[in-house]
């Protein structure tokens, strides 16, 4: 079955500080891996796409590495900001349909 | 900067009753996408369409719906005969093209209440 796993849950990091998410998938035949960004009652916000040929993509202060050979992926955030707070999702692409992990809850304190 | 619009942003709607949900998708872009997020839930792929045909569909995605683009800028989702069960944010999206690296620009999104 196609499933897309994230850890941890949710995590809390001060201000200022680095973290890195996780997801870990089994979806196949495998076209793409994507990071988004949500906040709470909007719609998700892309930061990286990375194809089976590209081991990591940054956007700013994210960073996102995939290894398709043990069909992991993680997204580094670095230098946390209050305006990072927010789920982060990671999503794999078959052809034209997605699947969803079900995402890390951040949360950055001041 | 372009975005992709929806509406309404709630609907409250009676068990049974039919909804249309309503996007426009950026100018030019040739692909989109339904998705639906139950509260508190991760978010789940309901279609994809292009050149005016479903490309994918998931499972979710049964007789009661159906998609179409009517005039060349609306994307609609439609619901027949709601069930409770449909209760959830409804996401539009959509793609310049359907290439692997080609970002995906998302809605705000319709939150539906079947009562």
């Known amino acids: 079955k196609n499933q897309v796993e994230q850890s941890p849950q949710s995590l809390i990091i001060l201000e200022g500080k680095n973290c890195t998410l996780q997801c870990n998938y089994t979806v196949s035949p495998f076209s793409n891996l994507r990071w988004y960004k949500q906040d709470t009652g909007r719609g998700p916000v892309s930061l990286t796409i990375?194809?089976?040929?590209?081991n990591t993509k940054s956007n700013g202060r994210y960073t996102a590495t995939l290894d398709a050979d043990t069909k992991q992926s993680s997204l580094h955030i670095t230098a946390s900001q209050l305006s990072d707070s927010a789920s982060y999702i990671c999503?794999?692409?078959?052809?034209?349909?997605?699947?969803f992990g079900p995402g890390t809850r951040l949360s950055v304190l001041p | 900067e372009p975005e992709v619009t929806q509406t309404p942003s709630h609907q409250v709607t009676q068990m049974g009753q039919e909804v249309i949900l309503r996007c426009v998708p950026i100018s030019n872009h040739l692909y989109f996408y339904w998705y639906r997020q139950i509260l508190g839930q991760k978010v789940e792929f309901l279609v994809s369409f292009y050149n005016n045909e479903i490309s994918e569909k998931s499972e979710i995605f049964d007789d009661q719906f159906s998609v179409e683009r009517p005039d060349g800028s609306n994307f609609t989702l439609k619901i027949r005969s709601t069930k409770l069960e449909d209760s959830a944010m409804y996401f539009c999206a959509s793609q310049a093209a359907g290439g692997p690296r080609e970002t995906q620009y998302f809605g705000p999104g319709t939150r539906l209440l079947v009562l």
């Open positions: 999503v794999v692409a078959y052809g034209q349909n997605f699947v």
């Open positions: 990375m194809t089976f040929s590209e």
